[in-house]
């Protein structure tokens, strides 16, 4: 697995741990200057009774890339979710505490879900491209929704073809784009989904183990991708794959059990973690 | 102790008898299929399909009134039954596990069992007995209720074969809820849908006994919807009791335009089907 | 780039309606909880104007309605045991000859079929579903009738010498309980044999490999492993399938013959409760005419009801056991 992604990047960097290695790269901000753009405060998700995400605070960058990491079930798509209010989709599920977007609190008396998830756009495990729709009809599904902008034509296509050109799609459809969505491959599928996601220009993209059911190739991709996106747009990504974590996060949050271990720079979390349990992590011990 | 020679050929016996039984099985629907297309076909003509019933002994005559008249039941039955099943439908699939859910889920299989001639005595107790006369609508209603359970199971099925992930991609993107099940989950599933709702429609289409409680059958043109009207499987019962055989052969030929009309819907369903199945959903 | 104003998400409120769809949500959550609502409320509604129609009928003559047999109505006497007695029979009669058939051709398709064939035949056997009863009925006044009258009903009383038991003894009429049994059976089938078909397709294949590595023979394995598993869905099956039969009306009146009787005989004529309803409706002049037949009608009501919740119930009992 490692081996076919160690092409991704020229010049790897030696670092203590064995099992991880961290691109050496010029941060586009570091973690101190930047200013939040998501910070959660005491956030606790529940299904039911049972906490799936306990009294975390964090306060996510801007225009960074910040991957959250953790064994299987630890809460980390769940904490995702909480930020573009999809966690509360589910029947019998409840947040306590709260989150800020630049600003704003989400969670805050009257703000409706629908305007946070048009601002904070989502992609997840598997591509999910509308099947009875074209490619431009997916990608403009997002635009359709904003009842008062009902936007002309011309202006539809032009953001059509700048989501696609952002998501590295355009080359390979525009000569199809009237065709159906899901004769695309996994991966431009999944592409497409990113595309479809920057077409109402979010301020924040969150991505959940985006390229758990992608093939080594189309994972190089969309991590070039992502990779790409902090430089206009905030980018949480949830991974189970700590080699993806340090090749495109510049900050990544350890999470286990629900709780926040360690959030830092990738560079120091997997080169000098401070918390035992974090290295016991990183170092394969467990998870 | 059984050998292991005479296992084997116990085996062979018994596979052997499940062929008979798919060959018996089959057996009576091909059967009834010659009949019909022997019997019936001799005495179909375009007279059949355009005139209206002659009394014994006038030679010709058709049934145009039967077959408007099971069109218009079929069609107040489908304004009653469709919209309200796939609603329930989308009841079903969205609220899962909420005791209505179960409780609806239950009683449209319960209903979907019910004897037809219940439904028949249950339009008649509420629409014709109150008013004092038989109509057509009391018929489509009858019917209609039929349809309801048939649309609300088949609807909640296919529903339920759209991917959660699809409904989280729409309800991500910022679309209310309703939007999300109505422009992507529904729509997803529509070709399936289709197809339901195109059984149940062939499922009443033939349906007698409700009828005689209802619209009763008219010997004249009438499409008015407060007044008794003709059914083709209504004139096929009258004329099959019958004592003579021009009758008998109009029955028969009846027969073949009635299930005509059940088979192309029905083939309509199984291609609506199969280009559902052609178009990956995940 | 990103700076967004404050109050960005307030702006948008307006912009988007959010308010307008939160309420859309409401109105559409409350159209599908009232179209759901139908199904319970007809449920109901049957139930009562049946009973409505019924209780004159029930008031004045109680259960004798089925426990006696004298149906006069011009002396105001309405027993129709002899209708009760014909619907358990020819659904009897059906089941018997339908489950093994039914069970067959689902053990064909999910087991043995070679895969061409798989799908024709399975249409097939759908489509027997599809068959309106009145076409049914018209098949089988004549050309069922006139085979059994002809055929089957001599070669099973002299031939076979079934004469000798009073099943099978006397003059052979061709509307008869054994002719509404046989259409019965060919209408129940196609609901037998789906709904064992699915739950013989739900038997996991490590059931199959566990017996077939233990060298069983392939009937043995499906007679060991599969059908056991599978029962009580399949037991589920024929329940709908005898749902179906016993409510069944037009196919079963046009071929019984109409007697109310009791006859031991499967080749006499019979009625049925549903065939019985159905012809005497239109010529019913009195209330308590009208009123006893609609407590007929509730009586089947409440037997098929039993009979199909009896039925979901086991098929859901399997279906609830392959998803754990």
């Not at chain 2, 509420?126 to 209720?145: D, E, K, N, T």
């Amino acid at each position: 697995m490692l081996q076919s992604t160690e092409v991704l990047r020229e010049k790897p960097m030696r670092i203590v741990t064995p099992t991880v290695q961290v691109r050496a790269r010029e941060p586009s901000v570091s973690q101190e200057e930047a200013p939040p753009c998501i910070v959660a405060s005491h956030l606790s998700a529940f299904f039911g009774d049972a906490a799936a995400v306990k009294d975390v605070s964090i306060s996510i960058p801007q225009n960074a890339v910040t991957a959250i990491i953790g064994p299987s079930g630890c809460g980390k798509s769940t904490l995702l979710r909480c930020f573009n209010r999809m966690h509360e989709t589910v029947p019998g599920t409840r947040v306590e505490g709260s989150v800020e977007i630049l600003g704003s609190s989400i969670y805050g008396d009257g703000t409706s879900p629908i305007a946070v998830r048009r601002h904070v756009g989502m992609v997840f495990q598997r591509p999910t491209p509308f099947p009875t729709m074209s490619i431009r009809a997916n990608v403009a599904a997002g635009l359709r929704v904003d009842s008062k902008s009902h936007a002309t034509r011309g202006a539809t296509s032009e953001i059509v073809e700048e989501a696609l050109q952002r998501a590295g799609l355009w080359a390979e459809v525009k000569d199809q784009l009237d065709e159906s969505a899901m004769a695309l491959s996994g991966g431009q599928q999944q592409r497409l989904c990113i595309a479809r996601a920057l077409a109402t220009r979010p301020r924040v993209i969150l991505l959940d183990e985006p390229t758990a059911s992608l093939d080594p190739l189309s994972t190089q991709k969309v991590e070039e991708l992502v990779y790409d996106l902090r430089q206009t747009v905030t980018v949480v990504i949830v991974t189970h794959n700590m080699q993806q974590a340090a090749r495109v996060s510049d900050g990544t949050a350890f999470l286990l059990m629900g709780e926040l271990v360690e959030f830092a720079s990738t560079r120091e979390l997997f080169t000098a973690p401070k918390d035992p349990r974090t290295e016991s992590y990183i170092t394969g011990r467990f998870g | 102790m059984r050998t292991a020679r005479s296992r084997h050929l116990v085996s062979g016996a018994m596979i052997g008898l499940t062929y008979l039984a798919a060959v018996l099985a089959t057996l009576p629907l091909l059967l009834i299929l010659v009949h019909l297309l022997t019997k019936g076909a001799s005495s179909l003509s375009l007279a059949f399909f355009t005139h209206m019933p002659r009394p014994v002994g006038e030679p010709g005559g058709g049934m145009a009134n039967a077959i408007v008249g099971t069109l218009v039941l079929i069609g107040i039955a489908t304004v009653i039954g469709l919209p309200i099943g796939i609603g329930a439908g989308l009841y079903l699939a969205e609220k899962k596990s909420s005791p209505l859910a179960s409780t609806v889920r239950f009683l449209s299989d319960v209903l979907n069992g019910l004897p037809s001639i219940v439904m028949g005595i249950f339009a008649w107790e509420i629409l014709v007995r109150p008013i004092g006369h038989f109509s057509a609508l009391a018929g489509g209603v009858a019917l209609g209720s039929m349809m309801i359970p048939l649309v609300t199971r088949t609807t909640e099925e296919m529903l339920l074969v759209v991917p959660t992930s699809l409904r989280e991609a729409a309800l991500a993107l910022g679309y209310p809820r309703w939007r999300t099940s109505i422009s992507v989950v529904l729509r997803t599933a529509l070709a399936g849908i289709v197809t339901g709702a195109l059984v149940a429609v062939a499922r009443i289409a033939g349906e007698t006994a409700p009828l005689l409680f209802t619209a009763i059958g008219n010997a004249f043109w009438s499409t008015s919807l407060s007044q008794p009207i003709a059914a083709l499987p209504l004139q096929i019962f009258a004329y099959a009791n019958s004592p003579y055989d021009e009758w008998h052969q109009q029955a028969w030929a009846g027969a073949l335009v009635l299930i005509a009309i059940v088979l192309i819907i029905s083939l309509a369903a199984r291609f609506a089907t199969r280009s559902r199945f052609g178009a990956p959903v995940d | 780039m990103t700076s967004l104003p404050v109050d960005w998400l307030e702006k948008d409120r307006r912009k988007l309606r959010v308010d307008a769809s939160a309420f859309s949500d409401k109105v559409y959550e409350a159209l599908t909880a009232a179209c759901a609502l139908v199904v319970p409320a007809l449920v109901i509604a049957i139930a009562l104007s049946i009973f409505a129609a019924a209780w004159p009928a029930f008031a004045k003559l109680g259960l004798s309605i089925i426990t006696t047999s004298n149906w006069d109505v011009s002396g105001g006497h309405f027993g129709a045991a002899p209708a009760l007695f014909g619907t358990l029979v020819s659904s009897t009669v059906a089941l018997i000859i339908a489950t093994p058939l039914a069970i067959g051709v689902a053990i064909f398709l999910s087991e043995f079929s070679p895969s061409w064939l798989r799908q024709p035949v399975g249409f097939l056997v759908d489509l027997l579903a599809a068959i309106p009863s009145v076409v049914y009925g018209l098949w089988g006044i004549f050309v069922l009738i006139p085979l059994l009258r002809q055929h089957v009903m001599p070669f099973l009383r002299d031939t076979l010498h079934l004469g000798a038991t009073p099943f099978f003894s006397g003059p052979a009429y061709g509307p008869s309980m054994l002719a509404a049994g046989v259409i019965l059976a060919i209408m129940a089938l196609p609901y037998i044999s789906a709904v064992s078909r699915e739950v013989l397709m739900a038997v996991p294949r490590s059931q199959r490999e566990a017996a077939l590595a233990l060298g069983a023979t392939r009937w043995e394995m499906i007679r060991d492993a599969v059908i056991p598993y599978a029962r009580s869905g399949i037991i589920g099956g024929i329940m709908l399938g005898l749902g179906r039969a016993l409510g069944e009306t037009m196919a079963v009146t046009m071929v019984i013959g109409n007697r109310l009787e009791i006859s031991a005989s499967l080749l006499s004529p019979g009625y049925t409760m549903a065939s019985l309803i159905a012809n005497e409706f239109s010529e019913a002049t009195n209330d308590l005419h009208l009123s006893a037949l609609m407590a007929v009608g509730a009586i089947l009501f409440i037997i098929t009801l039993i009979v199909n919740a009896v039925a979901r119930w086991l098929v859901w009992s399997v279906a609830r056991r392959r998803a754990q």
